[in-house]
């Protein structure tokens, strides 16, 4: 019924830059929030960046550690949110995933359900 398509992962040395795309298909009423998360082997998913629908500053949120490297953004038009990644590290190797809550009916406009991708490698490595 809902698809996420997660696209721009790869293979880039410290201090490169990558940009990660996910685009929702399928049944789609309104799409309340989108966002990144990540794993790493052994360690817990973590989020990475979140965006409102509005895609406004004031409806941003991203982890400490990320913080002046990486921009979230969204496109409503295109249905697919953006996270623009710079001066990567070797810690932002993991599998990153996007997520959405999204409302596909216009009989509950305020039900949204969580949908994932199935994630895109990011491997940080000289």
């Known amino acids: 019924q809902v698809q996420l398509v997660e696209s721009g992962g790869g293979l880039v040395q410290p201090g490169g830059s990558l940009r990660l795309s996910c685009a929702a298909s399928g049944t789609i009423f309104s799409i309340g929030a989108m966002g990144w998360y990540r794993q790493a082997p052994g360690k817990q998913r973590e989020l990475v960046a979140s965006i409102g629908s509005d895609g406004s500053d004031g409806n941003t949120r991203y982890t400490d550690s990320v913080k002046g490297r990486f921009t979230i953004s969204i496109d409503n038009t295109k249905n697919t949110v953006y996270l623009q990644m710079n001066s990567l590290k070797p810690e932002d190797t993991a599998r990153y995933y996007c997520?959405?809550?999204?409302?596909?009916?216009?009989?509950?406009?305020?039900?949204?359900?969580?949908?994932w991708g199935q994630g895109t490698q990011v491997t940080v490595s000289s």
């Open positions: 997520s959405a809550a999204i409302s596909v009916s216009s009989w509950y406009p305020l039900s949204f359900n969580d949908y």
